[in-house]
C-alpha cells in the first residue's frame, strides 16, 4: 500500500487534486454568478485577493488564522456585493462587451491599490496545518496536513453551496430571480436583492480560493489569482456555466491535467494542460459549450 | 466645402491614400521636434496602435471579444526574433511581412475553435491562449531561446539619415528619430489598408455579421469565414505591431507579452474609441505618454512617485479611466465631438446606417 | 475633386518640405563636434541600470557602495581634476511590469532606462549596471551608439566576448569559473559521494551546471534539478519541496545550489523540515549571509573572491568602512562597528577599478582611450584575486577561495571564512586549466584614495 502511495502516479493525483479543488471554487464562483445575473466577473480573482489581502493584515495584529479566515470571507462578499449595485447594475440590457471591460478595468484598479496599499511583495502567512508532506517507509508521500484540510474546505464548501441552491427558499428564489425574474417578482421576490446576494455568494466562494492559495505559497502577491482565475474560468467552461457540478468537475480535471502534464512533460508547460483540456471539450462538443438552456443568447 | 467634407468622409481611395499620407507627413513633422528619449516612447506607441487597429477590427467590427491579441504579438515578435537570429541582415519589409503572415497564421488556428463561441466564452478562450504564449515561449527553448529569449541587433540608422544631424549626439539623435519615423511610416501604411477595409464591401459585411448574422447568412455571407478572416486580420496587425515593437527593443522574452498587455490593448482601444482609426491613434498615444501622464498626476496631487502609491498610480488611473469611460463615453475619446468635427457636419439628412461605433 | 486632390498633395508636400528643412535646421545638437559624450573639463558623467527597488533590491546597496567611493574621490580631489557624476536608475531587474514592489513605474524597462543615460544624460559610460538578461537586452543598443558598457554585474560569460563587443566588460567570477572550482573541491574533499544540483533554469543554473562538468564532476540527469527562475516571483514550496526530495531520496550527500539568496533559504529549509542535511556548496551569488538571513545556512560553502568582513589584516575592510560612513546620504545607518556586507564590498571593489583605470588614462578622456587604460592597467582593488582585462579576456575575475559560513550560535551566520587560503583562478572553457595560489592578493591601497 505505501509503495502505492509513494508512488509517482499517487503524488501526481494528490498535488492535481489539491490544485484542483482551488480551481473548482472559482468556477464554481464564476457558475454562480453566471447563472444570477449572466455577466463574467472578470476580476473576480483580483476582489478575492483583495478580501485575503485585508484579512491576512489582521494577523499582524494578533489575532488567529480562522478569524482571519472569516474577515476574507466576508470583506469579499461586501465587495462583490458593492461591485454588483454600482459597477454592473447600470450595464444591465446593455451589450455584453460593457460588463467586460468594466470588470476588466475593475480587475486592474484593484492589483494596483493592493500593490499600493500593501506593497507588492510576498506577505506570509503562517498557516494552521503543517505544510511538509508526510512519509512512508523513507519516501515521501504528496499530501500534508494542510493539503488535506485545502480539500475539505473545499468539498464542504461546495456541499455548502449546492445544499444552499437546492434545500433553501433562498437558493430556491436565486435559482428562480435567474430563470423568471418577471415571474419571480410577481410572486413576490426581490429580485434586485436576489441579484445582489448571488454576487456576495460568489464573491464569499472565490474569497476562500484564494484564501487557499495564500497559505499555500511563500505568500500573497497582487497578481498571484490571475493564473488561478484563467485556469478556473476555462474550468466552468469546460463544465458549462450553467453547470455547477460541471465547474467543479472541471475544475478538479484541469487540476489534475496539469500536474500530469507537469510531472511527464515539463513543468513550464503546465498551464497549457488547461487550454488543452478546452480544445479537446470543444472538439468533443463541436456545438459549443452551451449546456441545455432555451434559446442561445447572442 | 464639399471637397473638403469629402476628404474627411474618406470617400474614395484616393482620399484616403492622401489623408493617411497627411497625417503620416505631420507626424514625420513631430519627430523631428521630440528629443530622442520621447521618439522612442512614440515609435513604441505607433508599433501599439496598430495592434489596437487590428483588435478594434476584430471587437468593434466583426463583434468577436478577443482578449488574446498579445498572444499574435509575441508570435510575430518570436517570428522577428527567430528569423533574425539565422539571417542577421535583413530587410527590414521582409521581416515585418513574415511577421504579418506567421501572426496571421497563428489568427486562423485559434480562430478554429473561437468562432463558433459568443461572449464570455470566446473571451475566456481567447484569454486562454494569451495566458499560454510565456510558458510555451519558456519551454520550448531551442525554437524561442527558453528564459532568456532571443536578443537582436538594434536597428541600424542608414548611413544617408545619419549625415542630416551634426553635433556630439548626432548618431543618438539620429538613431532615435530614425526608429520613429519608420514606426510612424509603417503604421501609416497599416492605417490605409485597415481604412480602405472599413470602407469596403469585406467591412459592410462584416457589420452585418456582427449585428445581425441571420440576415448575413440569408444574404449569402458565409459565417464562419467572415469571422475567421477578423480573426486572421487582427492577428497579422499584431504580429506586425508585435514584431515592431520587439526590433524596437531588440529583444523579445516571454516576459515580453504577458497576459496584462491584453487587456492592456483592451483598455486602450476602448479609452480611444473603438473601431475607428482615430481610436486606435489616440490608444498608441496615451500608451507612449501614459508614464508622462501619470507623473503629471502625481505631482498634481502631491504623490511621491516613488511610495507604493506613486508606483502603482498607472494601474489605478488606467483602471479607473477604463470604467468610467464604460460608464459615461463608451464610444472612447474618438466620438467626442470637436467643434472642427461639428462644424463639418453636413445638413443633408442621411440615411441611418449602422456604423461601427454601435457595438457599444 | 481635381480641387481636393491639388489641396491635400500641397498640404502633404508642402509639411514634407518644412520637415526636411527643419531636419537640417534643427539637428545640430549642444557640443563642440568631435568631443566626448559626458566628458567636459572638470567632470566625468556616468551611469547604471540598477535594481533600487523590486524583487531584486537586497542588491541596492552594491551601486550605493559605488556610489560612496565615487563621492569619496570627488572629496578628495578627483580623478585628474574631474568629478565623477554617477547617475543611478531603477530598472527593477527589467521586471517593472510585474510590479513586486517596483517603485520606478509599470512601464519601465532596462532598455529605456539605458536610453535616458545616453540619449538624455549623455553618459560616458554605464557603469556597474546589474542583471544578466537586463544588460543582454541593451548590450546591442549601447554598443551602436559607442557607449562603454563597463563591470557589468553579473556572473554570465556573456561579458567576455571581445570580438563582437569590444566595449563591454564584466567584472565578477563566471559561474562556470566558480562551478569548475567548486568541481575542484569536492574532487578533493567529496570524493565519491553523489552530488545534487539544483540552480534556476537560466544562464546562471545553466552555466553553473557546466562549469561543474567541465570540472568532472558528473551529477546525474535525475540529480541536476532546476527550478523556474520566474518562480522567484511567485514562489510556492511544492516546487522546492519536490527538488530536495528528490535528492533526499537518491542520497545526494553533496548538493551545489545556484539560487538567488530567496531561493537559497527557501530550499535550506525545506531540507532542514524534512530532516536532510547534505554537504551544502552555494553559489556566491546565492549564498550572502545576510541576505540569506537563516541560521542552518552556517556550515555550507561557497566561492568567496573578497576578503572576509572579519579579517583584520586586510587593509581594505577599514578603508570601504570609512568610505561608507563619510556617505550618510546611502549609508544613513552605517557606525563605526557595523560589519561590513559582500555587496558593499562588490560595490566598492568595482568603483575603485574604475576610478583606478580613469586616473591611468591621463588628462585627456575618450572612450577608445578608457577601454585601453582598462586592459593595460594593474588594479589595487579589494578582491582577493587578481582582476585583469586584456585583449582577450573582458570577464574581470577569474576566481576566488572556497569558504565557510561560520555560525554565529541560533542567529543567522555574518560571514564566510575562507577555508585554507588556497586561491583558485580558471577561465571560463572547459579547456582552461584551474590554477592555484595559496596567497591571497591583497594590494596596498594607493596613497591617492587614502584620504
Same mark, same amino acid.
Given at each position: 500500500?505505501?509503495?502505492?502511495?509513494?508512488?509517482?502516479?499517487?503524488?501526481?493525483?494528490?498535488?492535481?487534486?489539491?490544485?484542483?479543488?482551488?480551481?473548482?471554487?472559482?468556477?464554481?464562483?464564476?457558475?454562480?454568478?453566471?447563472?444570477?445575473?449572466?455577466?463574467?466577473?472578470?476580476?473576480?480573482?483580483?476582489?478575492?485577493?483583495?478580501?485575503?489581502?485585508?484579512?491576512?493584515?489582521?494577523?499582524?495584529?494578533?489575532?488567529?488564522?480562522?478569524?482571519?479566515?472569516?474577515?476574507?470571507?466576508?470583506?469579499?462578499?461586501?465587495?462583490?456585493?458593492?461591485?454588483?449595485?454600482?459597477?454592473?447594475?447600470?450595464?444591465?440590457?446593455?451589450?455584453?462587451?460593457?460588463?467586460?471591460?468594466?470588470?476588466?478595468?475593475?480587475?486592474?484598479?484593484?492589483?494596483?491599490?493592493?500593490?499600493?496599499?500593501?506593497?507588492?511583495?510576498?506577505?506570509?502567512?503562517?498557516?494552521?496545518?503543517?505544510?511538509?508532506?508526510?512519509?512512508?517507509?523513507?519516501?515521501?508521500?504528496?499530501?500534508?496536513?494542510?493539503?488535506?484540510?485545502?480539500?475539505?474546505?473545499?468539498?464542504?464548501?461546495?456541499?455548502?453551496?449546492?445544499?444552499?441552491?437546492?434545500?433553501?427558499?433562498?437558493?430556491?428564489?436565486?435559482?428562480?430571480?435567474?430563470?423568471?425574474?418577471?415571474?419571480?417578482?410577481?410572486?413576490?421576490?426581490?429580485?434586485?436583492?436576489?441579484?445582489?446576494?448571488?454576487?456576495?455568494?460568489?464573491?464569499?466562494?472565490?474569497?476562500?480560493?484564494?484564501?487557499?492559495?495564500?497559505?499555500?505559497?511563500?505568500?500573497?502577491?497582487?497578481?498571484?489569482?490571475?493564473?488561478?482565475?484563467?485556469?478556473?474560468?476555462?474550468?466552468?467552461?469546460?463544465?458549462?456555466?450553467?453547470?455547477?457540478?460541471?465547474?467543479?468537475?472541471?475544475?478538479?480535471?484541469?487540476?489534475?491535467?496539469?500536474?500530469?502534464?507537469?510531472?511527464?512533460?515539463?513543468?513550464?508547460?503546465?498551464?497549457?494542460?488547461?487550454?488543452?483540456?478546452?480544445?479537446?471539450?470543444?472538439?468533443?462538443?463541436?456545438?459549443?459549450?452551451?449546456?441545455?438552456?432555451?434559446?442561445?443568447?447572442? | 466645402?464639399?471637397?473638403?467634407?469629402?476628404?474627411?468622409?474618406?470617400?474614395?481611395?484616393?482620399?484616403?491614400?492622401?489623408?493617411?499620407?497627411?497625417?503620416?507627413?505631420?507626424?514625420?513633422?513631430?519627430?523631428?521636434?521630440?528629443?530622442?528619449?520621447?521618439?522612442?516612447?512614440?515609435?513604441?506607441?505607433?508599433?501599439?496602435?496598430?495592434?489596437?487597429?487590428?483588435?478594434?477590427?476584430?471587437?468593434?467590427?466583426?463583434?468577436?471579444?478577443?482578449?488574446?491579441?498579445?498572444?499574435?504579438?509575441?508570435?510575430?515578435?518570436?517570428?522577428?526574433?527567430?528569423?533574425?537570429?539565422?539571417?542577421?541582415?535583413?530587410?527590414?519589409?521582409?521581416?515585418?511581412?513574415?511577421?504579418?503572415?506567421?501572426?496571421?497564421?497563428?489568427?486562423?488556428?485559434?480562430?478554429?475553435?473561437?468562432?463558433?463561441?459568443?461572449?464570455?466564452?470566446?473571451?475566456?478562450?481567447?484569454?486562454?491562449?494569451?495566458?499560454?504564449?510565456?510558458?510555451?515561449?519558456?519551454?520550448?527553448?531551442?525554437?524561442?531561446?527558453?528564459?532568456?529569449?532571443?536578443?537582436?541587433?538594434?536597428?541600424?540608422?542608414?548611413?544617408?539619415?545619419?549625415?542630416?544631424?551634426?553635433?556630439?549626439?548626432?548618431?543618438?539623435?539620429?538613431?532615435?528619430?530614425?526608429?520613429?519615423?519608420?514606426?510612424?511610416?509603417?503604421?501609416?501604411?497599416?492605417?490605409?489598408?485597415?481604412?480602405?477595409?472599413?470602407?469596403?464591401?469585406?467591412?459592410?459585411?462584416?457589420?452585418?455579421?456582427?449585428?445581425?448574422?441571420?440576415?448575413?447568412?440569408?444574404?449569402?455571407?458565409?459565417?464562419?469565414?467572415?469571422?475567421?478572416?477578423?480573426?486572421?486580420?487582427?492577428?497579422?496587425?499584431?504580429?506586425?505591431?508585435?514584431?515592431?515593437?520587439?526590433?524596437?527593443?531588440?529583444?523579445?522574452?516571454?516576459?515580453?507579452?504577458?497576459?496584462?498587455?491584453?487587456?492592456?490593448?483592451?483598455?486602450?482601444?476602448?479609452?480611444?474609441?473603438?473601431?475607428?482609426?482615430?481610436?486606435?491613434?489616440?490608444?498608441?498615444?496615451?500608451?507612449?505618454?501614459?508614464?508622462?501622464?501619470?507623473?503629471?498626476?502625481?505631482?498634481?496631487?502631491?504623490?511621491?512617485?516613488?511610495?507604493?502609491?506613486?508606483?502603482?498610480?498607472?494601474?489605478?488611473?488606467?483602471?479607473?479611466?477604463?470604467?468610467?469611460?464604460?460608464?459615461?463615453?463608451?464610444?472612447?475619446?474618438?466620438?467626442?465631438?470637436?467643434?472642427?468635427?461639428?462644424?463639418?457636419?453636413?445638413?443633408?439628412?442621411?440615411?441611418?446606417?449602422?456604423?461601427?461605433?454601435?457595438?457599444? | 475633386?481635381?480641387?481636393?486632390?491639388?489641396?491635400?498633395?500641397?498640404?502633404?508636400?508642402?509639411?514634407?518640405?518644412?520637415?526636411?528643412?527643419?531636419?537640417?535646421?534643427?539637428?545640430?545638437?549642444?557640443?563642440?563636434?568631435?568631443?566626448?559624450?559626458?566628458?567636459?573639463?572638470?567632470?566625468?558623467?556616468?551611469?547604471?541600470?540598477?535594481?533600487?527597488?523590486?524583487?531584486?533590491?537586497?542588491?541596492?546597496?552594491?551601486?550605493?557602495?559605488?556610489?560612496?567611493?565615487?563621492?569619496?574621490?570627488?572629496?578628495?580631489?578627483?580623478?585628474?581634476?574631474?568629478?565623477?557624476?554617477?547617475?543611478?536608475?531603477?530598472?527593477?531587474?527589467?521586471?517593472?511590469?510585474?510590479?513586486?514592489?517596483?517603485?520606478?513605474?509599470?512601464?519601465?524597462?532596462?532598455?529605456?532606462?539605458?536610453?535616458?543615460?545616453?540619449?538624455?544624460?549623455?553618459?560616458?559610460?554605464?557603469? =556597474?549596471?546589474?542583471?544578466?538578461?537586463?544588460?543582454?537586452?541593451?548590450?546591442?543598443?549601447?554598443?551602436?551608439?559607442?557607449?562603454?558598457?563597463?563591470?557589468?554585474?553579473?556572473?554570465?560569460?556573456?561579458?567576455?566576448?571581445?570580438?563582437?563587443?569590444?566595449?563591454?566588460?564584466?567584472?565578477?567570477?563566471?559561474?562556470?569559473?566558480?562551478?569548475?572550482?567548486?568541481?575542484?573541491?569536492?574532487?578533493?574533499?567529496?570524493?565519491?559521494?553523489?552530488?545534487?544540483?539544483?540552480?534556476?533554469?537560466?544562464?546562471?543554473?545553466?552555466?553553473?551546471?557546466? =562549469?561543474?562538468?567541465?570540472?568532472?564532476?558528473?551529477?546525474?540527469?535525475?540529480?541536476?534539478?532546476?527550478?523556474?527562475?520566474?518562480?522567484?516571483?511567485?514562489?510556492?514550496?511544492?516546487?522546492?519541496?519536490?527538488?530536495?526530495?528528490?535528492?533526499?531520496?537518491?542520497?545526494?550527500?553533496?548538493?551545489?545550489?545556484?539560487?538567488?539568496?530567496?531561493?537559497?533559504?527557501?530550499?535550506?529549509?525545506?531540507?532542514?523540515?524534512?530532516?536532510?542535511?547534505?554537504?551544502?556548496?552555494?553559489?556566491?551569488?546565492?549564498?550572502?549571509? /545576510?541576505?540569506?538571513?537563516?541560521?542552518?545556512?552556517?556550515?555550507?560553502?561557497?566561492?568567496?573572491?573578497?576578503?572576509?568582513?572579519?579579517?583584520?589584516?586586510?587593509?581594505?575592510?577599514?578603508?570601504?568602512?570609512?568610505?561608507?560612513?563619510?556617505?550618510?546620504?546611502?549609508?544613513?545607518?552605517?557606525?563605526?562597528?557595523?560589519?561590513?556586507?559582500?555587496?558593499?564590498?562588490?560595490?566598492?571593489?568595482?568603483?575603485?577599478?574604475?576610478?583606478?583605470?580613469?586616473?591611468?588614462?591621463?588628462?585627456?578622456?575618450?572612450?577608445? =582611450?578608457?577601454?585601453?587604460?582598462?586592459?593595460?592597467?594593474?588594479?589595487?582593488?579589494?578582491?582577493?584575486?587578481?582582476?585583469?582585462?586584456?585583449?582577450?579576456?573582458?570577464?574581470?575575475?577569474?576566481?576566488?577561495?572556497?569558504?565557510?559560513?561560520?555560525?554565529?550560535?541560533?542567529?543567522?551566520?555574518?560571514?564566510?571564512?575562507?577555508?585554507?587560503?588556497?586561491?583558485?583562478?580558471?577561465?571560463?572553457?572547459?579547456?582552461?586549466?584551474?590554477?592555484? /595560489?595559496?596567497?591571497?592578493?591583497?594590494?596596498?591601497?594607493?596613497?591617492?584614495?587614502?584620504?
Amino acid at each position: 500500500m505505501s509503495t502505492f502511495l509513494t508512488s509517482t502516479f499517487m503524488h501526481n493525483v494528490f498535488g492535481g487534486l489539491a490544485q484542483g479543488v482551488v480551481y473548482s471554487l472559482v468556477a464554481l464562483s464564476l457558475v454562480i454568478i453566471w447563472q444570477s445575473t449572466h455577466v463574467l466577473n472578470f476580476a473576480q480573482g483580483a476582489m478575492a485577493m483583495f478580501a485575503t489581502y485585508i484579512g491576512m493584515t489582521e494577523i499582524d495584529r494578533g489575532i488567529g488564522y480562522w478569524w482571519c479566515v472569516i474577515i476574507s470571507v466576508a470583506v469579499g462578499m461586501a465587495l462583490g456585493g458593492v461591485t454588483e449595485r454600482v459597477l454592473i447594475r447600470p450595464l444591465y440590457g446593455k451589450p455584453e462587451i460593457n460588463p467586460i471591460v468594466v470588470m476588466v478595468g475593475f480587475l486592474g484598479i484593484i492589483e494596483a491599490l493592493a500593490a499600493a496599499i500593501w506593497t507588492s511583495t510576498t506577505r506570509n502567512i503562517a498557516e494552521p496545518f503543517s505544510q511538509i508532506f508526510y512519509h512512508a517507509n523513507g519516501k515521501l508521500v504528496y499530501l500534508s496536513p494542510f493539503i488535506i484540510f485545502q480539500i475539505i474546505l473545499a468539498i464542504a464548501i461546495m456541499l455548502a453551496v449546492a445544499a444552499l441552491f437546492r434545500f433553501t427558499r433562498l437558493g430556491l428564489q436565486l435559482r428562480a430571480s435567474a430563470m423568471a425574474p418577471e415571474v419571480s417578482r410577481l410572486l413576490g421576490i426581490r429580485v434586485s436583492r436576489m441579484l445582489t446576494f448571488g454576487w456576495m455568494l460568489s464573491a464569499g466562494v472565490g474569497a476562500i480560493a484564494a484564501v487557499i492559495t495564500a497559505s499555500a505559497t511563500f505568500g500573497l502577491f497582487p497578481t498571484d489569482m490571475d493564473g488561478i482565475f484563467v485556469a478556473g474560468f476555462i474550468a466552468a467552461a469546460v463544465g458549462g456555466l450553467e453547470s455547477p457540478i460541471g465547474a467543479v468537475a472541471g475544475g478538479l480535471l484541469i487540476g489534475l491535467a496539469e500536474q500530469f502534464i507537469l510531472s511527464y512533460w515539463s513543468p513550464n508547460v503546465a498551464p497549457l494542460g488547461g487550454i488543452i483540456i478546452l480544445v479537446v471539450a470543444l472538439m468533443i462538443r463541436p456545438q459549443g459549450l452551451f449546456t441545455k438552456t432555451a434559446g442561445r443568447r447572442v | 466645402m464639399d471637397w473638403w467634407r469629402s476628404f474627411f468622409r474618406q470617400e474614395s481611395t484616393h482620399s484616403r491614400l492622401l489623408g493617411v499620407a497627411f497625417l503620416t507627413a505631420v507626424t514625420l513633422a513631430i519627430t523631428i521636434v521630440l528629443p530622442p528619449v520621447a521618439n522612442g516612447d512614440l515609435a513604441r506607441g505607433a508599433a501599439v496602435a496598430i495592434v489596437i487597429l487590428g483588435l478594434s477590427w476584430l471587437i468593434g467590427w466583426s463583434g468577436q471579444i478577443s482578449l488574446g491579441n498579445s498572444a499574435f504579438m509575441a508570435v510575430g515578435a518570436y517570428t522577428a526574433g527567430i528569423w533574425a537570429r539565422h539571417h542577421t541582415t535583413t530587410p527590414l519589409i521582409l521581416t515585418l511581412v513574415l511577421a504579418m503572415v506567421f501572426g496571421g497564421l497563428a489568427g486562423l488556428i485559434i480562430a478554429i475553435p473561437s468562432t463558433r463561441l459568443r461572449g464570455p466564452y470566446l473571451a475566456g478562450l481567447t484569454l486562454a491562449f494569451a495566458a499560454a504564449v510565456t510558458p510555451i515561449a519558456q519551454n520550448f527553448t531551442s525554437i524561442t531561446g527558453g528564459e532568456g529569449g532571443i536578443f537582436m541587433n538594434s536597428l541600424v540608422t542608414p548611413h544617408w539619415f545619419g549625415q542630416l544631424f551634426h553635433g556630439t549626439y548626432a548618431s543618438i539623435d539620429a538613431n532615435s528619430q530614425w526608429l520613429a519615423d519608420l514606426s510612424v511610416v509603417i503604421a501609416g501604411i497599416s492605417f490605409f489598408f485597415m481604412a480602405n477595409l472599413f470602407h469596403s464591401r469585406s467591412g459592410r459585411a462584416m457589420r452585418l455579421v456582427r449585428d445581425n448574422d441571420v440576415a448575413a447568412e440569408l444574404m449569402g455571407v458565409n459565417l464562419s469565414r467572415a469571422r475567421s478572416s477578423a480573426f486572421m486580420v487582427a492577428a497579422a496587425y499584431a504580429g506586425v505591431g508585435g514584431a515592431l515593437y520587439a526590433l524596437l527593443q531588440a529583444s523579445v522574452t516571454p516576459e515580453t507579452f504577458p497576459l496584462t498587455l491584453s487587456i492592456t490593448l483592451l483598455t486602450l482601444m476602448v479609452l480611444g474609441g473603438i473601431g475607428t482609426l482615430s481610436g486606435a491613434v489616440i490608444g498608441g498615444i496615451i500608451y507612449s505618454f501614459s508614464p508622462d501622464l501619470v507623473a503629471r498626476v502625481n505631482s498634481l496631487t502631491g504623490v511621491n512617485p516613488t511610495s507604493n502609491l506613486g508606483a502603482n498610480m498607472q494601474g489605478i488611473i488606467f483602471g479607473a479611466l477604463l470604467i468610467l469611460t464604460m460608464l459615461f463615453v463608451p464610444r472612447g475619446i474618438a466620438s467626442i465631438k470637436t467643434p472642427i468635427q461639428k462644424l463639418l457636419r453636413t445638413r443633408r439628412p442621411r440615411p441611418k446606417l449602422p456604423d461601427a461605433a454601435e457595438v457599444i | 475633386m481635381n480641387r481636393l486632390r491639388r489641396s491635400a498633395t500641397l498640404l502633404s508636400v508642402s509639411a514634407l518640405a518644412l520637415g526636411g528643412i527643419t531636419t537640417g535646421l534643427l539637428s545640430s545638437s549642444a557640443g563642440a563636434a568631435g568631443s566626448t559624450p559626458g566628458v567636459t573639463a572638470n567632470s566625468i558623467t556616468i551611469g547604471a541600470s540598477v535594481p533600487l527597488s523590486g524583487i531584486a533590491a537586497s542588491y541596492a546597496p552594491v551601486s550605493a557602495a559605488a556610489n560612496a567611493v565615487f563621492k569619496w574621490v570627488n572629496a578628495h580631489g578627483g580623478v585628474n581634476g574631474r568629478t565623477i557624476k554617477y547617475i543611478r536608475l531603477d530598472d527593477c531587474y527589467d521586471l517593472a511590469s510585474y510590479g513586486l514592489g517596483c517603485t520606478a513605474g509599470a512601464s519601465v524597462t532596462t532598455l529605456s532606462q539605458n536610453q535616458v543615460l545616453v540619449a538624455q544624460d549623455h553618459v560616458f559610460a554605464t557603469v =556597474g549596471s546589474l542583471g544578466t538578461a537586463a544588460e543582454e537586452s541593451v548590450e546591442s543598443y549601447l554598443k551602436q551608439n559607442g557607449v562603454p558598457q563597463l563591470f557589468v554585474n553579473s556572473g554570465s560569460k556573456a561579458w567576455d566576448n571581445p570580438s563582437q563587443y569590444p566595449d563591454l566588460f564584466g567584472y565578477q567570477t563566471s559561474y562556470n569559473a566558480e562551478g569548475k572550482i567548486f568541481a575542484h573541491f569536492i574532487k578533493t574533499h567529496f570524493a565519491g559521494k553523489t552530488v545534487g544540483f539544483i540552480g534556476q533554469n537560466d544562464d546562471f543554473g545553466a552555466n553553473g551546471l557546466l =562549469g561543474l562538468t567541465d570540472g568532472g564532476v558528473t551529477v546525474a540527469s535525475a540529480n541536476a534539478l532546476t527550478y523556474n527562475a520566474a518562480d522567484a516571483i511567485t514562489g510556492s514550496t511544492s516546487d522546492i519541496q519536490a527538488d530536495v526530495a528528490t535528492l533526499a531520496q537518491d542520497n545526494a550527500q553533496v548538493v551545489v545550489l545556484d539560487s538567488v539568496p530567496g531561493f537559497t533559504t527557501g530550499i535550506l529549509e525545506v531540507a532542514h523540515a524534512l530532516g536532510y542535511s547534505p554537504t551544502w556548496i552555494i553559489s556566491s551569488v546565492g549564498a550572502d549571509p /545576510t541576505s540569506v538571513n537563516y541560521a542552518g545556512e552556517a556550515g555550507a560553502y561557497t566561492l568567496d573572491y573578497f576578503p572576509s568582513v572579519t579579517d583584520t589584516g586586510d587593509p581594505w575592510i577599514p578603508w570601504v568602512r570609512k568610505v561608507l560612513l563619510a556617505d550618510k546620504a546611502d549609508f544613513p545607518k552605517i557606525t563605526a562597528s557595523s560589519i561590513l556586507t559582500g555587496n558593499e564590498l562588490y560595490g566598492a571593489g568595482f568603483a575603485v577599478a574604475f576610478v583606478e583605470a580613469l586616473k591611468a588614462e591621463g588628462k585627456n578622456v575618450t572612450r577608445a =582611450g578608457f577601454v585601453a587604460a582598462m586592459k593595460s592597467t594593474t588594479y589595487a582593488d579589494p578582491a582577493i584575486t587578481p582582476l585583469k582585462y586584456s585583449a582577450s579576456a573582458h570577464q574581470g575575475l577569474t576566481g576566488g577561495v572556497i569558504a565557510k559560513i561560520a555560525a554565529n550560535g541560533s542567529k543567522a551566520p555574518v560571514e564566510a571564512i575562507p577555508v585554507n587560503g588556497t586561491v583558485f583562478s580558471t577561465g571560463n572553457s572547459a579547456s582552461s586549466p584551474l590554477k592555484s /595560489t595559496t596567497t591571497l592578493t591583497i594590494s596596498p591601497i594607493p596613497a591617492w584614495l587614502k584620504g
